[in-house]
Each structure stands twice: as C-alpha cells, then as structure tokens.
C-alpha cells in the first residue's frame, strides 16, 4: 500500500483527514473538523494556537495527525497548502443554505454527497482496489454481508455479482449471514460492508470467515477499526455527513461497488454480454 504521508503529500490532505474522524478520539476528532472549516487559517497557525483555540493540548493536535497518516503537524500544513484541489472541502455553510430557501437545502446535500464520493475516489489505493477484483474474480463462492443502511450496499453488490455469473450470497439476516460463513473454507470469499466498522455483526462474520480459511473484503469508512482489521483487502469510503443517518457514506459505497462491477465487466466482457442477454431474454416475457 501507498505510504499514508506521501499520499498525504500528493494533494489529498482534506481526505485523508475525513477518513481518519472515524478512528479519531473526541478531542482529535474536534481538531480535525476545526481545520477542515479553517484551511487556510490553519495553514497560517501554530500547533499551539490551534490547540488554544479548539480547547485542546499541542500533544492531541500532533496525536491527530499522526492517526491521520501524516508525520506530524508541519507536515500536515505542508500537504494542505500542496491540496490546493480540496478547497471545496469546507463543509457547506448552514446559514447560505438557508438564504437560499428549500434549493439551498438541497443544493447542501447534493454537495455533500458529490464530496464523499470525490474523497473515496482520491482514497482509492489501485493495489488495494486490483486485489479486491482478484479476489472477487477469483472466488469459488462469495458471502456478502451487511446490515441497516450497509445492507443495501450489501444487496447492490450481491446483484452485481450475480449479474457477472459468480456464485454468490447475501442473506439479509444477520444470524444467516453468520451460519454461511460456518460454511465457507479456502477459496472463499467473504465480503463485510459497515460504515463505521465496529458494528459487531459484519465483524462476527469476517471472524467466522477466516477462522474457516476464506479470504476476506471490507468496504468501510475506518481502516482503523476492528472489522478493517479482519480483512484482507479494505477498500475506504470517505464521507462528512450533514445528518445522522450516512447517506453520504452508503452512496459513496454504492459507487464502489458500481466501479468494482465496471472494472470486472472490463475483465471479461465476453462473459459479462453473454449473462446480459441471456438475463434479459429471460425476463423480457414480463415486459408489457
């Protein structure tokens, strides 16, 4: 994998600081929003004013950019005067959303979740994202697993699969999703879809998995958490939600899966045309 500074380096500060808030303590994670909302005014302060002003110690400031991948503040600043392309990344401002009346509202939203998926797609590792269509591509069966907003991730990407003729399942049931992986053994794949990457039911199941020699993938939006840590391959998804609710974070997943199918048709498009037809042949008589 990419090293995480020089990633960091390569103009992709802003996202790699969103990435990092789910794996952030509260008083880090309350430094990283302040300098998302303040580039530029974080550009120009010390580790010690920033750490003034958001009611913190210097030693949580630096604490926070080095969970964030970066060497520590200095280079932190480094990167966002080099992340010239993230200026964008500012959440929306509430009170112009408001100006604008009901479009302003969904204007805020739309951005939002144009900005998750700009972010994952800077987050994406190509080795990362190659080993994933291995594995995918070379699985003997494939248990997809997710639960509440991840299961229709889940879902998506157990049609996708089944559109491209791999042997696969999803069951919606938790403890179903647990009973296949008792099954699965050497030459399987499990893949674990969870946002946050601590619910306990996605992690039971990559559990189950390796203990019975599959392969394991996670699509989450903490590579620090215990479920990314079962995995063999983590592919992140990066979001800043504007609501409780991570919708922002289940579209930007649902374009991960869509571009892992994309990248799979690409691979054996012969196949892929010939599953189309005939699905559509089959399901043509339903058609009006």
């Not at 103009?11 to 303040?38: C, K, M, N, T």
């Not at 879809?193 to 989450?220: F, H, K, M, W």
Request: hydrophobic residues 45%; aromatic residues 4%; contains cysteine.
């Amino acid at each position: 994998m990419i090293d995480q500074a020089k990633n960091a380096a390569g103009g992709q500060a802003a996202s790699r600081l969103r990435s990092a808030l789910p794996a952030l303590s509260e008083s880090e994670r309350r430094v990283a929003l302040w300098i998302l909302d303040h580039v530029d005014l974080a550009i120009r302060q010390s580790m010690s004013a920033i750490a003034q002003t958001v009611e913190v110690s210097d030693t949580t400031v630096l604490r926070m950019c080095r969970t964030a991948g970066f060497a520590g503040f200095t280079d932190l600043k480094l990167a966002l005067v080099r992340d010239t392309g993230e200026r964008s990344a500012v959440r929306p401002d509430e009170s112009a959303a408001g100006a604008d009346g009901d479009l302003g509202w969904a204007k805020r939203v739309f951005n939002a979740n144009i900005q998750a998926i700009s972010d994952t797609l800077s987050m994406l590792d190509q080795g990362d994202f190659a080993r994933a269509l291995d594995l995918v591509a070379g699985a003997r069966h494939i248990l997809i697993g997710g639960i509440g907003g991840s299961g229709i991730v889940a879902q998506a990407l157990y049609q996708r699969c089944f559109r491209l003729g791999l042997r696969c399942d999803a069951p919606v049931d938790s403890q179903l999703q647990l009973m296949h992986a008792s099954l699965l053994g050497p030459g399987d794949l499990a893949v674990a879809i969870s946002y946050s990457g601590i619910t306990n039911d996605p992690v039971l199941l990559l559990q189950e998995a390796r203990t019975q020699g599959a392969s394991t993938l996670c699509i989450t939006g903490n590579r620090r958490s215990p479920l990314a840590r079962l995995a063999d391959v983590v592919l992140v998804s990066v979001s800043h939600e504007l609501r409780s609710e991570p919708m922002a974070a289940q579209i930007a997943q649902l374009t991960l899966v869509d571009a892992l199918y994309a990248a799979l048709v690409a691979r054996s498009p012969d196949t892929a045309q010939l599953n189309e037809e005939r699905m559509v042949n089959a399901i043509l008589p339903k058609s009006i």
